[in-house]
Every structure is written in structure tokens, then in C-alpha cells.
């Protein structure tokens, strides 16, 4: 069964606006990760948190992680035309055996200049 | 330090012949991972595996995909006698430890079966 989910599904926002998308899991975690994917291309690791954390920040990126409501958020600050792409999370836990990562659908971002 | 490698970058092929996507990890990485993706949709674990071994193959179809990991050379993805519900884009990670940390993913290749 898929493991992440991400909420919304789309979002389209003005150059140097806030996005803000979610990640909803079903099962325990070690730890929770977010990529971005431009179109056509491979993912981009952008930043992973452990099941003990509930914040981390990397650069103007900023995830959070309530582990009681099994939901993540990743928030990109002042956002640029360049954050057009795709975002999705992935969790790795002992529900796989710990040796993969399960993916959500996906958000699509577009950035308006 | 170059990054993950996959080649081709795109591989058409008709039904029934076979496809071969390579993978070669990053410099000291042992631990490599494929996953598929449909179009629209996220990535599917497929199968992980470190030199000379398969770790995890519960992703992968039971016929047809096999894949291997040789302690010379990159890794390797097969589907035999292709369909075209095989058309997807396949992308290759890896990781210089297990599961549980960062995963590198290359470019991906794109199958298209005709």
C-alpha cells in the first residue's frame, strides 16, 4: 500500500510566497525524507528527519514532523520560479523491512514569476 | 565526484525483446536501489541490493525482472520479453550505508515499449 501521501496535490503560487504541502503516512517510521523532482528528471534529496526530531530547517526549507498524527509538512519560504517541480515524501521504517523508501504521489509546484 | 549514473537515458523497445538498464552508483557507495515510476504517479521500490547480493526483491514482478549487483561493474535492471505496461521511467539510487539514510538517485530510464 502506498505509504506517503501528500496533500495537495497541486499548488500553484506567486514568486516570493510561502508553499506549503503535506505527507500523511499509515506506519511507524525511522525516518521521513522529501525530494523534489524537476520534469523529466531524477530526484533531488532535499532533506531528511528522524522520527525523534520535529523540526529541521535547510536553507529555505523548513519540515516538521508529528509523529502522533503520522504527518509531515514541508514549508519553502520566499519561493522562486527555479522551486517549480514536483515534491515528494518518503518514509523508511520497520514496516519494510527497513530496506526501502516508500513514496507518495506527489505535489506539483509552480511558481509564477 | 560524479554522481549516479544510468544509461541509456531513453530505450525503446518493441514487445517481447528484452530491456538492460545500468546503473552505476556513486564512488563508495555498496548499496543500490531500483524504483519504477508510471506516469503521474510516485516511485515504486522495486529492488535493493548490495555488491554481489540481493538484499530485497519484494517490489519486483515475479516473472520477467531480474536484477543483479556484480562485484565488477554496475548494476543491472532486465525485464525480459517486454510489454507495454513495462513503459515507465526506472530510477536507480544509491546509498554509501543501508536503508535509513539519504538515498542518490540518478537520471532514471525512460522505457518506452512499442
Known amino acids: 500500500s502506498q505509504q506517503g501521501e501528500e496533500d495537495p496535490q497541486a499548488l500553484s503560487i506567486q514568486e516570493g510566497e510561502n508553499a506549503t504541502m503535506n505527507c500523511s503516512y499509515k506506519t511507524s517510521i525511522n525516518n521521513l525524507q522529501w525530494y523534489r523532482q524537476n520534469s523529466g528528471r531524477g530526484l533531488v534529496h532535499l532533506i531528511l528527519i528522524r522520527s525523534n526530531e520535529r523540526e529541521k530547517h535547510s536553507g529555505r526549507l523548513r519540515v516538521t514532523l508529528d509523529t502522533s498524527k503520522k504527518s509531515s509538512s514541508l514549508l519553502i519560504t520566499a519561493s522562486r520560479a527555479a522551486d517549480t517541480a514536483s515534491y515528494f515524501c518518503?518514509?523508511?521504517?520497520?514496516?519494510?523491512?527497513?530496506?526501502?523508501?516508500?513514496f507518495g504521489k506527489g505535489n506539483q509546484v509552480v511558481v509564477i514569476p | 565526484n560524479a554522481g549516479v549514473m544510468q544509461n541509456p537515458r531513453h530505450l525503446v523497445r518493441r514487445r517481447g525483446q528484452e530491456a538492460r538498464l545500468r546503473c552505476s552508483p556513486m564512488k563508495g557507495h555498496s548499496h543500490v536501489y531500483w524504483y519504477r515510476q508510471l506516469p503521474e504517479e510516485g516511485l515504486k521500490f522495486m529492488v535493493y541490493l548490495q555488491k554481489e547480493n540481493i538484499i530485497d526483491e519484494s517490489g519486483m514482478p515475479k516473472e520477467r525482472f531480474s536484477a543483479e549487483f556484480p562485484k565488477e561493474g554496475p548494476s543491472i535492471l532486465r525485464i525480459q520479453q517486454v510489454v507495454r505496461g513495462d513503459s515507465a521511467a526506472y530510477f536507480c539510487a544509491s546509498s554509501p550505508q543501508g536503508i535509513g539514510n539519504e538515498q542518490f538517485f540518478g537520471p532514471g530510464t525512460r522505457l518506452t515499449v512499442l
Open positions: 518518503a518514509t523508511a521504517g520497520p514496516s519494510y523491512g527497513n530496506n526501502r523508501l516508500a
